[in-house]
């Protein structure tokens, strides 16, 4: 290098540990009992496990399969089973949710008698994208947290679990990536936080996080394009379409990793998308803890969450593992995409 001076910028890590970060907010809340506190503490000392492994995937042995498949039939890699337990497990032992829903799990995960006083549901997707472990790319843990429905003192229920994502107290997902970051949102903004190996602890980085209304990226598996609506092939061909002053052509990001690719489109805005198409008409994410917390999340970032029909959100759920076509991100970018698909444009 030569000429002027470079200054290699600090750790950006203003001194907020997400564990004060909670602290605050239930300070806030009058009468709040720390239970959501503790719930959190739990997930978070999850993950923590989760990435202490996610690192070293190489050298221990966790890369590769289960030789099993779950209840969608899809393959289980030993990370998803890891990951899976170290949730359960841990959340299990703080005694504050009633009942709790996994990807990895055919039926509900029923909790021990001890805590049938706990108020809180817990629904999860312990690693998304586990296709990418064994290439060294992203991933991701996903969270969505809601009150109990069923009476205190019971077991929780399929009803508790069953809530549109318009109930949900909390939500957030953890990126594994190049630094392992979390984001979460209790109603009162979407917060970033990202993890400090030397100290064990997640400090914020990005508070208040908005999405811009319009981004420039879309993120979409082409390889499916001859199967899609015809609308949304021509919402494709659009974005692709250079027109001067329209910010068209967009370019194309897509890691298979939703966490992954959520994050991206929430902090540079822009447009993820799994359709529903002619081989999967109601397409391959699932509603309660994969689109419904992002949704929640991008939506209290300002964005918008639309399946198609109308706001994920406002969804009442049928069944555990649900799927649902999924049109998340910036709110102007959302409105064109779900418009070419009705026929409207
Ligand atoms: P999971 O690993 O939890 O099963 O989720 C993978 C999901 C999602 O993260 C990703 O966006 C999508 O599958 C990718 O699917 P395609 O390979 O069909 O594009
Ligand atoms: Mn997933
Ligand atoms: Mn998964």
């Known amino acids: ?10 750790p950006a890590r203003p001194g907020t540990s997400l564990a004060y970060h909670i602290l605050e907010r239930q300070r ?13 503490q739990q997930i978070t000392l999850a993950t923590k496990t989760i990435h202490s492994l996610v690192r070293r995937a190489g050298l221990v042995n966790v890369i590769g399969s289960t030789g099993l498949t779950n209840v969608q039939g899809e393959i289980v890699q030993k990370l998803d089973e890891f990951a899976n337990q170290t949730i359960i497990k841990s959340v299990e032992a703080g005694g504050h949710v009633c009942v709790m829903a996994s990807e990895e799990n055919d039926e509900l995960i029923p909790v021990p008698p001890e805590s049938h006083g706990g108020k809180y549901v817990l629904l999860f997707d312990p690693l998304d994208g586990s296709g990418n472990i064994d290439v060294n790319a992203s991933i991701g843990t996903i969270f969505a947290i809601y009150r109990r429905r069923s009476p205190v003192g019971g077991p929780g229920t399929l009803d508790d679990v069953l809530q549109p994502g318009r109930d949900m107290v909390a939500a957030g997902y ?15 903004g979407v917060h970033g936080f990202t993890y400090d190996p030397t100290v064990g602890e997640y400090f914020l980085s990005h508070e208040n996080i908005r999405i811009p209304d319009r981004g420039d990226t879309y993120s ?8 899609w609506p015809e609308g949304l092939r021509r919402w494709v061909d659009w974005i692709k379409t250079p027109e001067a002053g329209s910010g068209r052509p967009y370019s194309a990001r897509y890691i298979g990793a939703m966490v992954a690719d959520l994050h991206r489109t929430l902090l540079r805005g822009g447009i993820f998308v799994y359709p529903g198409d002619v081989k999967r008409p109601e397409g391959k994410l699932r509603l309660l803890y994969e689109a419904n917390p992002l949704a929640f999340i991008v939506e209290a970032a300002g964005g918008a969450a639309s399946d198609g029909r109308g706001a994920v959100l406002d969804v009442v759920p049928t069944s555990l593992h649900q799927r649902t076509p999924l049109f998340v ?4 970018d959302v409105a064109d995409c779900v418009a070419f ?4 444009r």
């Open 1 to 10: 290098m030569s000429g002027g001076s470079y200054t290699l910028a600090g």
């Open 28 to 40: 806030a809340i009058p009468g709040a009992s720390g239970d959501f506190t503790e719930l959190f």
């Open 174 to 188: 953890v990126v594994y990536g190049s630094s392992m970051m979390l984001v979460y949102t209790a109603g009162r």
């Open 220 to 227: 979409i598996n082409e390889g499916n394009y001859h199967r």
């Open 329 to 332: 991100g910036s709110r102007l």
């Open 341 to 344: 698909l009705r026929g409207e």
